[in-house]
Each structure stands twice: as C-alpha cells, then as structure tokens.
C-alpha cells in the first residue's frame, strides 16, 4: 500500500473541521446557559387593575368571554332542562330523528347535525314520473319549538330529455313541517316516559 498525499490532506483538514465544530457546539452550549440566568426583563403585570393584558378594571368581577354565558359547552354539557334534546349535536335532537324518519322515503345527499340541514337527493314518485322533488330541512333552533324548523321544497318537471323547475305548492312544505313537529313530540314523550319508568 503506498503512501498517498491526498489522504493526508484530507485527514489534515479533517482534523481542523472537527476542532471547529467543537469550538462552535461549545460556544452555542454557553449562550444557551447564560440565557438561562436571571432577567431584568419587565412585563406587563394585572396587579395594577386595568392594563394591556386585563381590560376589565374591577380584579373581581366575573370575566367576559368570547363563548358566551355558558362557555363553550361541547356534547351538551350538563344541561339538564329537558329542552335541548342532549345528545352532542349542534340542534334539537328530537327535531333531528324527527326529521330523518319523515323524510326516510327519499334518498338523503347530505345530513348535517352539527348545522342542522338534511339536504335529499331528487325523488320522482313512480305513480307521477314526470315530476320529481327535491327536500332541504333546516333545524334552527336547539329547543323544541315550531318556529325551530323549516323544510324547502323544490320541485322539477320533465320536459323533453330535461328537467325544468316548476314552482313546488306551498302547502306541501307546511305539511312535512307538520309531520316532523308531529314525530318530535312523540319521541320526546317516548323518552320522558321512558325516564319515569
């Protein structure tokens, strides 16, 4: 094996690389540790009553907060009022079920319970294959309350190889919201039958 004079210079600088990286590892070592001591620092402090960081003046009244009253409640939380229908969804749960039994007869596109929507996909009744309707519910309101619902009807007729809209009566929608507002009370009862027993 002969003797190579680039080896030699390679394992020359090598050496001079490595004491480097240990001279730096040591240096960043010592900042570190010297960040680690004491601070003449001054931060804002709330001992003074108002200031940037408490923007209520009184240390001890209740604090306000973006959620609300309440906080932010997720699943329910532990109301026990009898009117939210529980259950970890953003509506009335009895409005909820209500809703999907009634409309069980159409195929569901989307459902949505933290929102409170149930969009259908279109249905064309077999007796009347020239019209099809399309049905979107709309749950507003977590208690159990007519005002709390509302169902959009649309309604397509066939024209040729095309559907085109056609005005839907309204009538058809108070009906379904009749009928859902009908299903809600009965599960509610259920379930209040249910607790007593």
Do not use: H
């Amino acid at each position: 094996m002969s003797f190579s004079p680039i080896f030699a210079a390679t394992s020359e600088m090598t050496g001079k690389s490595g004491t480097l990286k240990k001279v730096l590892a040591a240096a960043s070592v010592a900042l570190m540790l010297a960040a680690c001591g004491p601070s003449d620092s001054s931060f804002p402090t709330t001992t003074g009553g108002r200031g940037p960081t408490n923007p209520n003046p009184d240390p001890n009244a209740e604090r306000e907060s973006i959620f609300g009253e309440d906080g932010l409640v997720l699943f329910g939380g532990d109301s026990n009022d009898g009117q939210s229908g529980g259950g970890g969804i953003g509506v009335n749960s009895f409005l909820w079920r209500a809703s999907l039994d009634t409309v069980s007869f159409v195929p569901l596109a989307s459902a949505d319970p933290f929102g409170g929507v149930i969009i259908t996909d279109w249905y064309s009744d077999p007796a009347t294959p020239t019209e099809r309707f399309k049905l979107t519910v709309y749950i507003l309101d977590k208690r159990l309350r007519a005002d709390g619902l509302k169902v959009a009807v649309f309604r397509q007729e066939r024209a040729g190889d095309e559907w085109r809209d056609a005005g839907a009566n309204a009538a058809t929608s108070v009906q379904l919201e009749n009928a859902i507002l009908m299903r809600a009370r009965e599960l509610r009862v259920n379930t209040l039958e249910a607790d007593e027993g």
